[in-house]
């Protein structure tokens, strides 16, 4: 960290004090360090200035050249200047008189509806009319009305007479999203916020205006005053007949951003709400607990509110470090999984045909649940773990010991996707125990290389940092096959590559004439690296031969941390290489075991191979998918082909129903944990909700382990965290680089393409169940195939791709830059998703096209 | 009294298709041009420095000298540089530069051409009202003209120069007249004024160095160029030096724009329009548009140029002088004008969108006799709470009609609440006045 220089601070006097800030401080800013809040409502740290509310007026008798403003200024757009006198409300009368003033104008036309507005107890105008208004309005005249609310997408309402026009969400939505999909239109007091589709969203708005003056003599209004609403009734005739049609309101272009539930949070009064909390609480009858997100693995920090036992909202938290003041709509959205009618509320037993009985789930208390789990898992041989990427990193401990001690095994794997042997190596050698990059990092990097990875889709907070520094100088580029909307937003540059090509193409990247690789460039590689054999190992040399730094970006929110805690065949714990005979003694000595296995253990293909092949007898799964697998008809016959499967899960799940034994897990409203992100950040967090029926993994396993007579030395998130502080990192060597793969040279049929594909940020995903409104302003599932194909299949609507596990059939859309031989489809967005229903990604697929 | 007129922008108006290049040039049109490209004239440089020495003020409404103006663009900036001109005229009173761009819109090239020249801009754009379509269409074919003939375009009179001019038509929003929103605008964005700094000098038009200057200012280019500094500087007062478009409107015999000297006086004026309406006297004016605020007749000798008018607490504006008889109903008058300012405010800041609005219902009920002498403090209150608080200039423009017509007319407000309801006979102030109508 650098401390800013003195030549860097100016000094100036406000309210009399002197105060020393950074240069370019705005007057507003600088204002808070003496300890005096002016009130604003446009004003908003991480937006630019706007100076549009004038709510933070105050006096400047000297703007640090002798002179003095000769009126109030914006004090949110004015940098501080040495000598510089300010005097705010507190005291000059003139900056009072403005700020009432204006306060008493933004409430003329607002309604007085505070007792049934959401924003009612945390609204900036309610407090700051408080603090710096008039108690009583001397406004007698008609306010202007709208008919409310009006959908902005399908969960984002706005009620438009609530709106002070500040602009903070066209703002945002613009500057921090890049979806400016709302704009602001009409104008004078009919100004309004309405979705970005000139035309319709203006007709569709316009004749919905209520008027009450009704006088306004130009014949251009006239035009629509024909329809407006006319409380005076002077036209009372027209007026009922633009409002009978609400269709009209959602016509168009809708508001379909990722990050649209920002706009709410940021909203200075009730105007935007969400369909998901609009009416269902009051903010001082909830409890705010600051939580991290679980749905992707960039640790954004959130706040969760509660009320009597449930999760009324979530919030973003406020962290300069990781997610500054935004979050992803999943995260802000996607909480209704955990009260699902499917939910897992009690322990389940299968009744053992065997064993007399009917075959049957049924329930049964947790000992005896306890008791069969652990004595079928050592009657059933061999045992293996899938954790799935759900795990808190204590969780993940917990099934990395449980694999070990009592298994007796390293047939334990992370990974519930498309993986390999090569990845394993990579992790343990380039990544674990590793923190080369931040989201800070991001900003000062001069060149960001993406391989595989769609920041908007993967991880949304990544991408809304990537974007802030493209927009301040960063150059962008990617290895993909098209040119994403994200990647178009962040201005990037694309290298075309086709699917499976990514080796290649990363190699290529050091002979690249317009990218510059040193050590200012940061190069993330996406999970589905995993995918191309060799890709992994090009992007190694690559990062070693440049002096690049190499960060590799997970999906899912427990990837991290279950690899830091060794879910994998080939590490232990605190990055232990499984083939380092001391890293094993250092494991064995702390767990107090004689030995751990020393033998590399199967990654989840293996296991489901050997499984089905009838190797390996007893499966402990945790929130596994089985459609996200590689091969998801494998898996579905290995849990088939199992003697014994324990399921942990939180809700009914094809494994659950499989199994033998099904435990219900806390979500992580209901625990404390930890997430480590992608940078290799920890971010600890504490329950939200205390539901004693609802139990985090690790007490389940320690209970397991107890039976089998090999406990765990832990039941609790607390004791787990501090065996594990006490096991610490590996501070011996590191895992040595992958050898590189024998790659086969790929040949593709003729009238075939190769298959690209990833996952929508909104999708089909169990944990986005429960929320219809935002599953709604999802991204339409559309194939997109090279324009050359797309010319070819001479006005085909549709396209049907066929690979070796089935056809899926979407509309299409052409891509100029997409390689010939290459199609994209998103993975889960249709059906039950790319890898059960048309084959794995980098394989070759058939496409026909068709019109309906 | 004719010999104070000095017909300089509006001499050749009178002559048959005087729009036309050939009525132009036959008339000494684009000598100027040749004359300041020539190169014993000096360049660019010398241009700017024959405009600062002239005197020559913005004709748009501020009065900023226009040579200053011009010397703002740095001219080390490695963006290309812009001149906007700004026909954007849609202050209420305001008519000089359609008409002028419709009788002699070479005028207006001309000088646009010369100006570019001097701040080195290869591209120029006039940003015209979008209702006035028979203007755009002149300007366009002046443009077209100009063109044929190697006033325009690449290597201008040979002089290696190159220039293009592009007539942008607006799209009818009284705000896109303010100069940083009619950036916005010209650029396709909703227009509304921007943030300053960066001034439109540093960071205008595509975020480069751009000067914006009113048609008549830029149409006063040519002759300053043509006779000098010191003939512009002959003319007018000391602070306020040449010759301006006075549009005279209302309630006098003869409107019509009469080109003079600044610090003629309105007495004068009304009598090259011919007088009064017959039988009336005047009641109240305005010296440069509603924005500026009324005057009356105590000050018909007032000089009209910068100086003497903002010391009698108004602006000179643009020159617009509206002339109203006791047969108008000052209330009438400002409300009218309200409910301009409140269908025009372009909704970004609050006191100017609030404002407007609140103000505009509160004079209605006072012209209907509803309410009560504390409103007129109520609307005091208000006008001071927007004026010199809204982000731009059209808030405090609001306000002028209102906070002056009250300083001079508060008995008739008053009246209006005693008679509950206008006392005058609206028709009686109609140009078409009934025989028999009454103040």
Redesign the interface.
Known sequence: MTTPEKTDLVTLTIDGVQVSVPKNTLVIRAAEQVGVQIPRFCDHPLLE???????C?VEIPDAGNGRGM???AASC?IPVADGMVVNTQATSAVAD??QH??M???L??HPLDCPVCDKGGECPLQNQSMSNGSGES??V??K?TFPKPINISAQILLDRERC??CARCTRFSEQIAGDPFI??L??????QVGIFDGDGAERGTSERLSH??G????G??RGTSERLSHPSGRDGDGAERGTSDPSRTVEGQPFHSYFSGNTIQICPVGALTSSEYRFRSRPFDLVSTPAIAEHDACGSAIRVDHRRGKVMRRLAGNDPEVNEEWITDKDRFAFQYARQADRLTHPLVRDRVEDGGSGELRPASWPEAFTVAARGLAAAGRGAVLTGGRVIAEDAYAYSRFARTVLGTNDIDFRARPHSAEEAAFLASEVVLRMPVTYADLESAATVVLVSFEPEDEAGTVFLRLRKASRSGTQVVSVAPFASRGLTKMNGRLIPTEAGGETEAVAALADDDQLTLDATTVIMVGERMAGTPGALTAVTDLARSTGARLAWVPRRAGDRGALETGCLPNLLPGGRPIADVAARVDVAAAWGVETVPEKAGLDTDGIIKSVTAGDIGGLVVGGVHLDDLADPAAARAALAAARFVVSLEIRETEVTRAADVVFPVAPVSDKAGTFVTWEGRPRAFEAVLSNPGSLPDLRILAGIAEESGVPLGFRTVAEARRQMDELGPWDGARAPAATPPKVKARRLARNKFWLASWKQMLDNGPMQDGDDAMRQTSRDAVAVIPQGTYDVLKGATHVTLTGDRGAMTLPVRASAEMPENTVWVPANSSGNGVLADVASPGSAVTVKGGTS | MTDTLTPVLTDNWGTDRSWTLEAYEAQGGYRALAKALAPEFGGPDAVVSEVKESGLRGRGGAGFPTGMKWSFIPQDNPKPKYLVVNADESEPGTCKDIPLMMASPHTLVEGVIISSYAIRANTAFIYVRGEVLHVVRRLQAAVREAYAAGHLGKDVHGTGYDLDLIVHAGA??Y?CGEETALLDSLEGR?GQPR?RPPFPAVAGLYASPTVINNVESIASVPSIIAHGADWFGSMGTEKSKGYVIYSLSGHVKKPGQYEAPLGITLRELIDLGGGMREGHQLKFWTPGGSSTPILTEEHLDMPLDYEAVGAAGSMLGTRALQIFDETTCVVRAVL?WT??Y??????????C??????L???L??LEQGRGSESDLD?LL?QC???L????CALGDGATSPISSSIQYFREEYLAHLTHGGCPFDPMASAVFAPQGAQA
């Open positions: 200035p706007v100076g549009a509310c004038r709510q007026l000769p009126k109030p757009t008189k403005a003033g204006i008493e104008f933004l003329i036309n001397r406004y005249e008609q202007r002070i026009l704009e602001m009409e104008r004078g007091a009919l100004q009450p003056s006088r306004d003599g130009d251009a209004e | 009818g929003a705000i909703r943030l009218r409910e301009f409140k269908h025009e405010s372009c909704g970004k800041c609050t006191p969108r609030e404002g407007t609005w609140w505009a219902q509160t209605a009920r109520l209150d001071e709470n927007i010199g608080r809204a982000f």
